[in-house]
Structure formats: structure tokens, C-alpha cells
């Protein structure tokens, strides 16, 4: 009865109690040590139960670093390994479709006569075309100039000799070549001669060209092959940029065949 008596005045004092100690038993001595180290900084070096921690956060973002490394070097290995493959395949294909076989005779802008023998040792970038093309010459020859000043820009790069070749020997005399090409580049050699000469050295190069109707002034456009050929220190026909190709990826070319040229001739 006194127990039932003093039951209320316990309930009302039941929040003002302070909470009482975890029994001692093993499932509670764990959960109260557990509460105790979590509320304390853990030793450098260990971990939450006095246990030795694994790699800092700092040695484990390097490790993955230096994988992610070494992985972005092998993936671009077999890139430039793949695409050294591929220009050696190209250039095999383009030496077996015989462009650019045989010797050539033609005058240049100061009236020399010139041959192919004549630039044996030199890189050639080579465009035919002629000089009364009202936009598509103009630009191309723009285009090579900008190669061969990017080249040139470089040291340690052999120098690559500008030429322009005419389509048009009827009206593109050496003085007139010599008039154009010095819009251009100081160094662009213009290449002329009679008909039968610039149509040998045309089919050499596998170059179309024709001359279109003349109208009242006789004035004729002449369609041909628009592109521009590259030809190594061997005088060997190496590879060729269609209109499409920029300056940039044409000297990104031209830069790829230089690091793998072995002459043949030797």
C-alpha cells in the first residue's frame, strides 16, 4: 500500500531524473565504448579501435593519378603508333599509283630552265594552276604560302620549297609567272613552258585541265585538279591535300612525313 501511495510523486519526478548508467552488461559495455571513442579526436594513424588506417586520402588520389597517367600514356602510344602505321600505308599506296614518275623540263620566273633533278634534297610543296584564276588559285597558293611560313617558323625543320606550276602556258609566260608569284612568298618558283612540256609534266602529276570557251575580251578560265602535292628530298611523289585540308592539318602532315623519311636513294 505505501509503495501504491508513493507511485505518483515518483512519476512526477521521473523527468527531473538524470539518465542512468548502461548496465554492465557485454552488450551494453560495447555500445557505451563505442559512444566514448566516437566522442574523442582518434590518435594520427590509427583507426576508431586503435587499428593502423590505410593510405591517406592525399596518397590515394596520386595512386590514381599516377594510374590514370600511365593509362592516357599508353592509350596515346598506340594512337600515334596506329597513325604512324596508317601514313606508312598511305604513302606505299600513293608511291605504287606511279604520280609524279619521270623528269620534267620547264622554265622558271627568271627564265632558268629547271628539272626535277634541280630540287633533289628539298621538301616540294607543289600546286598547278594558273595565274588568271579569279578565286580558287589565289586562295590555294595562299594556303601552301601559310604552311611553308608555319614551317618555317620552326627550328630544326628542313625548309619546304614553294612551287606553282601553270595550266595555262599560253598566257602565263615567265613574265607573267614572275609578276604573280610575288604576291605570294619570296621564295615561290613559278614554273612554265611550251604546251607539250606543261602537258608532260601535267600527266606526270595525274592533273586534268582544260581550257573553257574564250568569250569577246578572250578571256578563258581553265578547269584543272585542285590540289597540292608534296614531294620529299628523294623527289618522290609523298602525299597530296585536297581543297578541303587546312593549312594547319597540312603542315601537321608535312611535320609526320619529315620525322619518318629515310631516303632511299642512299
Same mark, same amino acid.
Given at each position: /500500500?505505501?509503495?501504491?501511495?508513493?507511485?505518483?510523486?515518483?512519476?512526477? &519526478?521521473?523527468?527531473?531524473? !538524470? @539518465?542512468?548508467a548502461?548496465?554492465?552488461?557485454?552488450?551494453g559495455?560495447?555500445?557505451?565504448?563505442?559512444?566514448?571513442?566516437?566522442?574523442?579526436?582518434?590518435?594520427?594513424?590509427?583507426? %576508431?579501435?586503435?587499428?593502423?588506417?590505410?593510405?591517406?586520402?592525399?596518397?590515394r588520389?596520386?595512386? =590514381?593519378?599516377?594510374?590514370g597517367?600511365?593509362? #592516357?600514356?599508353?592509350?596515346?602510344? $598506340?594512337?600515334? !603508333?596506329?597513325?604512324?602505321?596508317?601514313?606508312?600505308q %598511305?604513302?606505299?599506296?600513293l608511291?605504287?599509283?606511279?604520280?609524279?614518275?619521270?623528269?620534267?623540263?620547264?622554265?622558271?620566273?627568271?627564265? *632558268?630552265? %629547271?628539272?626535277?633533278?634541280d630540287? &633533289?634534297g628539298?621538301?616540294?610543296? /607543289?600546286?598547278?594552276?594558273f595565274?588568271?584564276? @579569279?578565286?580558287?588559285?589565289?586562295?590555294?597558293?595562299?594556303k601552301?604560302?601559310?604552311?611553308?611560313?608555319?614551317?618555317?617558323?620552326? @627550328?630544326?625543320?628542313?625548309?619546304?620549297? @614553294?612551287?606553282?606550276? =601553270?595550266?595555262?602556258?599560253?598566257r602565263?609566260?615567265?613574265? $607573267?609567272?614572275?609578276?604573280y608569284?610575288?604576291?605570294? *612568298?619570296?621564295?615561290?618558283?613559278?614554273?612554265? #613552258?611550251?604546251?607539250?612540256?606543261v602537258?608532260?609534266?601535267?600527266?606526270?602529276? &595525274?592533273?586534268?585541265y582544260?581550257a573553257?570557251? !574564250?568569250?569577246?575580251?578572250?578571256?578563258?578560265?581553265v578547269? *584543272?585538279?585542285?590540289?597540292?602535292?608534296?614531294?620529299?628530298?628523294?623527289?618522290?611523289?609523298?602525299?597530296?591535300y #585536297?581543297?578541303?585540308?587546312?593549312?594547319?592539318?597540312i603542315?601537321?602532315?608535312?611535320?609526320? *612525313? /619529315?620525322? =619518318?623519311?629515310?631516303?632511299?636513294?642512299?
Amino acid at each position: /500500500m505505501l509503495l501504491l501511495a508513493l507511485a505518483p510523486r515518483a512519476w512526477l &519526478r521521473l523527468p527531473q531524473l !538524470k @539518465p542512468l548508467a548502461l548496465p554492465s552488461t557485454r552488450g551494453g559495455e560495447s555500445l557505451h565504448v563505442k559512444c566514448r571513442f566516437s566522442s574523442r579526436q582518434s590518435p594520427a594513424g590509427t583507426g %576508431r579501435q586503435g587499428q593502423p588506417q590505410g593510405p591517406g586520402l592525399r596518397t590515394r588520389l596520386l595512386v =590514381t593519378a599516377l594510374f590514370g597517367a600511365g593509362l #592516357g600514356g599508353a592509350w596515346l602510344a $598506340a594512337r600515334a !603508333k596506329k597513325e604512324q602505321w596508317r601514313q606508312q600505308q %598511305r604513302t606505299e599506296a600513293l608511291r605504287q599509283a606511279a604520280v609524279g614518275q619521270g623528269d620534267f623540263s620547264l622554265l622558271d620566273h627568271q627564265g *632558268h630552265a %629547271r628539272c626535277k633533278a634541280d630540287f &633533289r634534297g628539298q621538301w616540294v610543296l /607543289m600546286y598547278f594552276g594558273f595565274t588568271h584564276c @579569279p578565286d580558287i588559285c589565289p586562295d590555294e597558293l595562299e594556303k601552301l604560302v601559310q604552311v611553308v611560313r608555319q614551317l618555317e617558323a620552326e @627550328p630544326g625543320l628542313p625548309p619546304v620549297q @614553294p612551287v606553282f606550276v =601553270t595550266v595555262d602556258p599560253e598566257r602565263d609566260n615567265v613574265e $607573267a609567272m614572275a609578276r604573280y608569284v610575288q604576291d605570294f *612568298h619570296p621564295r615561290l618558283l613559278g614554273l612554265t #613552258g611550251s604546251a607539250e612540256q606543261v602537258a608532260q609534266v601535267s600527266r606526270s602529276y &595525274r592533273v586534268y585541265y582544260s581550257a573553257g570557251p !574564250k568569250d569577246e575580251d578572250q578571256d578563258y578560265i581553265v578547269d *584543272h585538279s585542285i590540289a597540292i602535292y608534296l614531294l620529299s628530298p628523294d623527289g618522290l611523289f609523298t602525299d597530296y591535300y #585536297g581543297r578541303a585540308r587546312s593549312a594547319e592539318q597540312i603542315a601537321d602532315s608535312v611535320r609526320r *612525313h /619529315m620525322a =619518318t623519311f629515310r631516303s632511299v636513294l642512299h
